[in-house]
């Protein structure tokens, strides 16, 4: 069993900033794909930001681009999430995600078949 523990949610003001961080329990994802995603209650999650583990090729969604910078440790085997110009509208409980893809890092989420247990983060 694959484990994917996240870490770093929480409350932040809007314009501030959060760095969230998942651990992973195998370096068996240091030829995967890996991710961040969101989810809102009465919305479906969506995709974050993603990265190919073993080339450092990023992915990210519109409304994230130029704010958020995912980055991967190969070292530490963990996955982070640097978010800055932080907006309500980013308030959701955040979900690291693992899986094995080919081609871009996809940001669907039913790509993804290891999952975390989620943080959360309330930006106001």
């Known amino acids: 069993h694959v484990q994917l523990v996240e870490s770093g949610g929480g409350s932040v003001q809007a314009g501030g900033s959060l760095r969230l961080s998942c651990a992973a329990s195998t370096d068996t994802y240091s030829k995967w794909c890996m991710g961040w995603f969101r989810q809102v209650p009465g919305k479906d999650r969506e995709g974050v930001a993603t990265?190919?583990?073993?080339?450092?090729?990023?992915n990210y969604a519109r409304s994230v681009k130029d704010r958020f910078i995912i980055s991967w440790d190969n070292a530490k085997k963990t996955l982070s999430l640097q978010m800055h110009s932080l907006q309500p509208e980013d308030t959701g409980v955040y979900y690291c995600?693992?899986?094995?893809?080919?081609?871009?890092?996809?940001?669907?989420?039913?790509?993804?078949?290891?999952w975390g247990q989620g943080t959360q983060v309330t930006v106001s």
């Open positions: 995600a693992a899986g094995f893809l080919l081609g871009v890092a996809s940001l669907s989420p039913s790509r993804y078949d290891n």
């Open positions: 990265l190919r583990t073993s080339s450092g090729a990023t």
